[in-house]
Structures are given as structure tokens and as C-alpha cells.
């Protein structure tokens, strides 16, 4: 029998017999649902992850200085947190030696920062604000732009000037209805002019990117910001492409291990992170969320699976006649095997159809009803489509021999 005619077989039987075929369909649909709608919903956290948290902390093809980890996702033990707190903080005179052998195309920023209070004359009271020191390329590696204004320039950034450029909720909690630009703050009592209104970063987890403020580092601010003003949180370098970033990450060990004496025997004291560093903890965790997600609806598989067995031993039994029939007409072996395969492979296609629209729609309804983001990858729809095809198969395997070996006379005995 030709395969499309095997198919067209198989649907019009699923046709004639629709409440036995929407039971068959069920186990399928449902492991199917649940495999998208996990692998979806795993795939939008590991997105929102890697763009809308780590990735705004930590730009593409680059790493961080710091005397510790700036982000730590996963258990850290005592040991390694002493060990951190034993490790001298960097210093301003650090920034020469590190960045002084990068390549004329590497991007490099220094930075530090923490939460001060701000006032201002348009607010009743000071408001807690995260004031970030910078110095070099920061608005071109954050690739942080302005709506109002413009950003600090390159002199007001070396000479240390009172100016600032400041974020879209600092606007707001200190210039209620007011345009900020031209306006000024004052960050331990040492007023500030606003030059710039920032672009809205964002937030993640509810938490707003956009309640800060922009100075230079070598400004008075840098006192309120570590225990000595000498004293900076970062060195941040961005190279040209991931190659480079390594070779770069190699120039910066090594010339700091040259400032802080370093024996060859010994560890570094201080940190390189990029952003798989930080994102290592939780692939690991994505890893075996998704095994998780593959694994527990491969019961309703399993379940689905066993009914279309049944069923399908059923149809062979109530079609024993039929069988005999198209076996006195000359139908070889093979092509009952092949009509029953098909007929429950296209049971389990269409069941995992139905249950990838499901799962989809099951991801989006989540994502807008919770903070659960979702993204649907499309090697899940593939794997889903696949399983439901394959269940069909592997389930039709007995029932389709058993078809294709009855004897013809004694099928056609049958009533």
C-alpha cells in the first residue's frame, strides 16, 4: 500500500471513530503539553538570566576586575568567603598596571559605587540613591545613552568635574514633575549639576536599574562610595571579540600578579569575571531543569503509549473481518503492518500536534499571569513532534504484527 494511502487510511479511521481516537490522542497530547510548557519556561529564566540580569551587569565580550566575585549564584562555603575578605581591595594606583599593555581597540572603564543619600531642593526629604563613580569608557561599553541632554564628556570625567548624568527613577524620587537637567543634587552635601537624563535600564526580578546617578570618579563623591577614596570596586574591559577577551584576561592577570608580588606558587588575589562565570551556577541548574522537563512528562508518554496499544488491539480485534478481506485480495503481510504503523504513528503526530499548541499556549498563559518568563525553543517543538511520532510507532509495533499474522480464512470467519 502506498504510504500517503496508508495515511489517508488512517485518518479517515480516526474520523469514523473520534471518541476512541480522542482518547488515544489524550496521553500523548498531555506529555507533549508539559514537555513545551517546562522547556519554555526554563528557556525564558535561562534568557532572562543571561540578557536581562547578568547581561546588564556584565556586557558582552567582557570581564571585571575586582578584588572578589561580583556575583555569586550557588552555595559559596566559609573558606572561600574568608578568603575573599582576606584579599586587599583594589586601589586606584592599580588602574596603570592593569590596563597599561591592552590593545588600542580594547574599551576599558574604572568603577565603584553604592547606595548615598541625595537631596535636592525639589524633594522634601534625601533620597537613597546608588551613586556610581566612573572613569574612561563607561557610557560606550554599557552603550548607555540619553533621552535629555548628553553624557559626561571625556574631560569632566578626568578633571573630576561636579556634574552628573542621572537615571529615569533618581529623576523622578528627586524632581517629582520637574525637567532634572540643568538642576542640582547634592551627594554629601556637594551639589552636583545634572547634564544628561539617562535611558531607562530596565528592571529584573523587580528590582529597577534606573534609580541612579553618573559622576566621575576622581570627584568628591568617591568618599561616600568604599572605606578610602582611594579605593575603586572594578576595572572593567571590553574587547573587540571573545578570542581577545582571553588573551586580555591573561595581560591583566599577569600584570597584576606583577603589582601584588606575587610567587608563581601562589593564587591570584583578586578576580576575572565574565559573564559565563557568573551564569555558571545556573546552567548547571538549567541543565538538569530541562532533563527534569523531558523526563516527567515522558510518564504521560509512557501512559499514552499504553493506550494506544489498547485501542489499537482493540481496532485489530473489531477489524479482524476487514483484515481477512484484504488479505484474500491479495494485501501481502507487510502491507498490514504498514497500514496499522501508520495509522498509529499518526495517532501519536497528531496527538503531539495538538499537545505543542497546548504547551505553548500553557508557557504564555503562565508568563502573563506570573513573574515566570517564558520563551519557547524550537528544538523542544521538534523533540515534542518526534516523541509523539515515536510513541505511536513503537505502541502500534505489537498490535500491527499481530494484524498482519492472522490467518485470512479464519479472519473472514469471524463475525
Avoid at 528590582?207 to 576595572?235: C, E, G, H, K, Q
Wanted: hydrophobic share 45%; charged share 20%; glycine share 8%.
Amino acid at each position: 500500500m502506498p504510504f500517503f494511502d496508508a495515511i489517508r487510511l488512517a485518518l479517515r479511521t480516526i474520523r469514523t471513530q473520534k471518541l476512541k481516537s480522542a482518547f488515544t490522542l489524550l496521553g500523548v497530547c498531555i506529555g507533549v503539553m508539559f514537555l513545551i510548557s517546562v522547556v519554555s519556561i526554563v528557556e525564558g529564566m535561562g534568557r532572562y538570566m543571561e540578557e536581562d540580569l547578568i547581561g546588564k551587569l556584565i556586557s558582552v565580550n567582557t570581564f571585571e576586575l575586582r578584588h572578589r566575585p561580583n556575583i555569586n549564584i550557588g552555595d559559596v562555603d566559609e573558606a572561600t568567603w574568608e578568603e575573599y575578605r582576606r584579599r586587599p581591595r583594589l586601589e586606584i594606583v592599580d588602574v596603570e598596571p592593569a590596563t597599561r599593555n591592552l590593545p588600542s581597540d580594547t574599551k576599558w572603564y574604572v568603577y565603584a559605587d553604592n547606595q548615598v543619600d541625595v537631596s535636592s531642593s525639589a524633594s522634601a526629604k534625601p533620597r537613597r540613591v546608588q551613586v556610581v563613580s566612573v572613569g574612561g569608557d563607561y557610557f560606550d561599553v554599557k552603550k548607555l545613552g540619553v533621552t535629555h541632554g548628553r553624557i559626561l564628556s571625556e574631560q569632566e570625567l578626568t578633571r573630576g568635574e561636579k556634574v552628573v548624568v542621572i537615571g529615569p527613577d533618581a529623576a523622578e524620587r528627586l524632581f517629582p514633575g520637574l525637567d532634572p537637567i540643568g538642576r542640582e543634587v547634592k551627594i554629601g552635601g556637594v551639589p552636583y549639576r545634572v547634564v544628561g537624563l539617562a535611558e531607562s535600564q530596565g528592571k529584573a526580578f523587580g528590582m529597577s536599574f534606573d534609580n541612579f546617578l553618573v559622576t566621575s570618579y576622581r570627584s568628591p563623591a568617591r568618599r561616600f562610595l568604599n572605606v578610602r577614596a582611594s579605593m575603586i570596586d572594578a576595572v572593567v574591559i571590553q574587547s573587540p571579540n571573545v578570542q581577545a577577551m582571553q588573551e586580555n584576561m591573561e595581560i591583566v592577570r599577569s600584570a597584576m600578579r606583577g603589582q601584588r608580588k606575587l610567587r608563581p606558587a601562589q593564587k591570584d588575589n583578586f578576580s576575572l569575571q565574565t559573564a559565563d562565570s557568573a551564569l555558571e551556577f545556573w546552567n548547571k541548574i538549567k541543565r538538569y531543569l530541562v532533563l527534569a522537563g523531558i523526563a516527567l512528562p515522558a510518564i504521560g508518554l509512557v501512559v499514552g503509549s499504553i493506550v494506544i496499544m489498547n485501542i489499537m488491539l482493540v481496532a485489530v480485534a473489531e477489524r479482524t473481518r476487514e483484515i481477512g478481506i484484504r488479505k484474500a485480495l491479495g494485501a501481502k503481510r507487510r502491507d498490514i503492518l504498514l497500514q496499522f504503523l501508520i495509522e498509529a504513528s499518526t495517532l501519536g503526530t497528531l496527538g503531539s500536534a495538538v499537545g505543542v499548541a497546548l504547551g505553548i499556549g500553557l508557557a504564555q498563559f503562565i508568563a502573563a499571569v506570573s513573574p515566570l518568563p517564558a520563551s519557547v525553543a524550537p528544538w523542544s517543538i521538534v523533540v515534542g513532534v518526534a516523541l509523539g511520532a515515536g510513541v505511536g510507532i513503537i505502541s502500534g509495533v505489537y498490535p500491527a504484527s499481530r494484524a498482519s499474522r492472522l490467518d485470512p480464512i479464519l479472519a473472514l470467519r469471524q463475525e
